[in-house]
């Protein structure tokens, strides 16, 4: 999905790593080591501490990984659950992508 929207102005995708234990390890720092990892090209963010619990977790009620979240360009969440096919993300942004913006 990330190398099919690469060049699209109007997809954003972004991975946010939720802290909710390795805390040692899950830390801002730890996004560089998971982006080389996994070879991701998009921005990486990090939400939650052993301090302070992830913000996007608790408004996402995430449930485990990988968690999907997309969100329309009104600001709509559109899917929010554990995982999901590429080639199904894909047709439900094609659909959403032709959605005219409500005024």
Same mark, same amino acid.
């Given at each position: ?22 805390? @040692?390890?899950?830390?801002? %720092? *730890? =996004?560089?080591? $998971? ?6 090209? !998009? ?14 977790? @608790?408004?996402?009620?995430? %449930? *485990? =990984?990988?968690? $999907? ?6 600001? !709509? ?27």
């Amino acid at each position: 999905m990330i190398k099919y929207y690469k060049d699209d102005p109007d997809v954003a995708i972004v991975a946010v790593q939720t802290a909710f234990e390795g805390f @040692k390890v899950n830390t801002f %720092g *730890g =996004t560089e080591q $998971v982006a080389k990892k996994y070879d991701l090209q !998009i921005p990486i963010g990090q939400s939650g501490t052993e301090e302070e619990p992830s913000p996007v977790m @608790k408004n996402y009620r995430t %449930g *485990g =990984t990988p968690w $999907v979240v997309i969100i329309d360009k009104e600001g !709509i969440v559109r899917y929010n659950n554990f995982h999901i096919e590429a080639k199904y993300a894909i047709q439900g942004m094609e659909v959403l992508k032709k959605r005219p913006i409500s005024q």
